[in-house]
């Protein structure tokens, strides 16, 4: 279990797969084969040379599979054809065998794990009918912060939540923690990795008809979709941009604060939750800092500024007063506290 999932991580999410790898041994085939499953459903939504109620029907499928409701096989030779990235093709020529492998979980972590690609599905299906008819030229914005908050949830904060629950079983059972608060972090955890992916692709995403920067929002603020990153709408775009920048570093002190919460001892778990969010925040330090024109550039933090992060972030972690200073959020970012629905 272990070589196949693994290999296909190491082929197609090398950054996860940094992570994973610090991860202790308990726990790392559970959060793998959900991460690998989860990034199998998201080749199959993004595959937009195939028709959409083909990739609708491929994700049923697949969801089906996952959740023991149907035995039939998957055939997806013609989706695996049309990728154009090697280890993604093999990926979805891989999805029977990576599906099989849940039988070797636990009752107790197969259920989680098919709780969280569950919800994770439902987000991918939902975003694919709401941007159905959207294209280059008819671009299409969630209505609501409401909206907002709840596609972060169903693709990335429920992974918070999952993750939570797999380490606390496997690894620390017993000890105290607010279990209200950290399971509640755990998902904001997610949530603001999330925003900082949709803040920083928000040019592709608009080149491609899609705006998760919600419509109420923009019009208050005298803003459209279309001139959303048009230098002459600049003084009214950055300030609302900045708050959505600000929320998702609230979330993201959520995420530090979760990362604290750990007992000590768990070191391992403790570097998996901040390397993202020690890269979340550097990017959102450079999206704060850029104009519409630098934004209109996919934002991204360089290669040999991540492993400076990585390597002193294993320097500090023995030490608990530095390992502290390694997270400082802007002060204004935390006091803006919860969601922006």
């Not at 199959?44 to 491929?58: C, K, M, S, Y």
């Not at 039939?72 to 280890?87: D, I, M, N, T, Y």
């Not at 065998?97 to 107790?108: M, N």
């Not at 992974?159 to 279990?179: M, Q, S, Y």
């Amino acid at each position: 279990m272990a070589d196949t999932v693994n290999d296909l991580l190491q082929a197609t999410a090398r950054s996860f797969y940094l992570t994973l790898r610090v991860l202790p041994a308990r726990v790392r085939p559970q959060i793998g084969l959900a991460y690998l499953l989860a990034r199998t459903t998201d080749t199959i939504a993004d595959t937009e040379l195939v028709p959409l109620a083909q990739r609708l029907a491929a994700l049923q499928q697949l969801r089906e599979r996952i959740l023991g409701l149907s035995s039939e096989p998957l055939h997806f030779g013609e989706l695996a054809r049309q990728q154009g990235s090697p280890a993604e093709r093999r990926l979805l020529e891989k999805t029977g065998d990576s599906v099989a492998l849940l039988l070797t979980l636990s009752p107790a972590d197969l259920k989680l794990v098919r709780e969280v690609l569950a919800t994770i599905t439902s987000g991918q299906e939902l975003d694919l009918r709401r941007f159905a008819a959207a294209a280059a030229g008819k671009i299409m914005a969630l209505e609501t912060a409401a909206e907002l908050d709840d596609y972060t949830y169903r693709v990335a904060g429920c992974v918070g939540e999952f993750w939570t629950k797999i380490c606390r079983a496997h690894l620390f059972p017993n000890a105290k923690l607010d279990e209200a608060g950290f399971l509640a972090d755990g998902i904001r955890f997610g949530k603001g990795l999330q925003l900082v992916n949709i803040l920083r692709d928000l040019p592709a995403d608009l080149k491609n008809g899609r705006c998760y920067l919600p419509a109420e929002r923009l019009a208050a603020a005298g803003l459209r979709p279309e001139t959303l990153l048009s230098p002459a709408n600049e003084k009214n775009f950055l300030p609302l941009y900045h708050e959505f920048v600000d929320q998702a570093e609230a979330h993201l002190a959520a995420g530090w604060r979760y990362t604290n919460a750990l007992p000590f001892a768990q070191m391992r778990v403790r570097l998996g939750c901040a390397w993202p969010i020690l890269v979340g925040q550097r990017t959102l330090t450079r999206l704060r800092a850029a104009g519409v024109r630098e934004l209109q550039q996919r934002v991204k933090v360089p290669r040999g500024e991540v492993y400076v992060i990585l390597l002193r972030s294993l320097l500090a972690c023995p030490v608990p007063f530095v390992w502290r200073k390694l997270y400082a959020p802007a002060a204004k970012a935390v006091a803006s506290g919860g969601d922006l629905a």
